[in-house]
């Protein structure tokens, strides 16, 4: 089947203790992104990867890493995690082809929260 | 920078009525527009798409929605809609320049009532 799968599903932690938010896809995809949803303010991009050794920042790349050393896998850390960063986190996947014109796969979400 | 404005927080609906939910958007050139729902619990499911072409689009489950470049909107609508619609929408638009990057809006609620 298909799919774009993320680790953990669910996860409680402390300020400061770093953690990783697993993702891979299936697809062969050359395109995948990391997203954070939040009430009232939609979905909001923390990084994109082009392809593999290739990332870039989104919309809100402060407090966070990513790394693309294979193309079915997009991990997300978090170096030192704070409160603020208590969120959904979805990781998306698409072909690159025609890039524009694809729309992305999504994993079925990290909920994550930090005391 | 593209953008996207969901106007609506909720959007409530009786059973069998037509539902539409708004969505307009800002970008430079043509732009692809993109309707996604997610159900509780789960991630976003792709709906439908307009990239060029005829301006009503149909989509999954008996979603369509119309482009309007003048008015700069693509509005969701469903002819008669069910319980199982109520879900999250939104909606996203990416230019045809740039580098993929998808800028959502904040999402409707979308509610059916029996």
């Known amino acids: 089947e298909a799919q774009v799968t993320q680790n953990p599903r669910y996860l409680i932690t402390v300020t400061g203790k770093k953690l990783t938010v697993t993702c891979s896809q299936n697809m062969n995809h050359e395109y995948m992104s990391w997203y954070r949803q939040d009430p009232g303010l939609g979905l909001r991009q923390i990084y994109y990867s082009m392809n593999v050794e290739v990332t870039d920042k989104g919309d809100v790349p402060e407090g966070y890493k990513v790394s693309r050393k294979e193309k079915r896998n997009f991990p997300l850390i978090l170096e030192s995690p704070s409160p603020n960063q208590t969120s959904l986190y979805f990781c998306?996947?698409?072909?690159?082809?025609?890039?524009?014109?694809?729309?992305?796969?999504f994993g079925p979400g990290t909920r994550l929260t930090v005391l | 920078a593209q953008s996207v404005a969901q106007p609506e927080d909720q959007v409530n609906v009786a059973e069998g009525n037509p539902l539409t939910v708004k969505c307009t958007y800002s970008v430079s050139g043509n732009p692809y527009l993109f309707w996604y729902v997610q159900y509780p619990n789960r991630g976003l499911q792709f709906l439908l798409k307009y990239i060029t072409g005829d301006n009503l689009v149909k989509g999954s489950y008996g979603f369509e929605a119309e482009f309007n470049k003048s008015q700069t909107s693509f509005h969701l609508k469903k002819p008669s809609a069910l319980v199982s619609d109520s879900a999250l929408y939104f909606c996203a638009v990416r230019g045809y320049y740039g580098n993929n990057r998808l800028a959502f809006g904040k999402g409707n609620q979308v509610v059916v009532i029996p």
């Open positions: 998306a996947s698409s072909f690159r082809l025609a890039g524009s014109q694809n729309e992305q796969f």
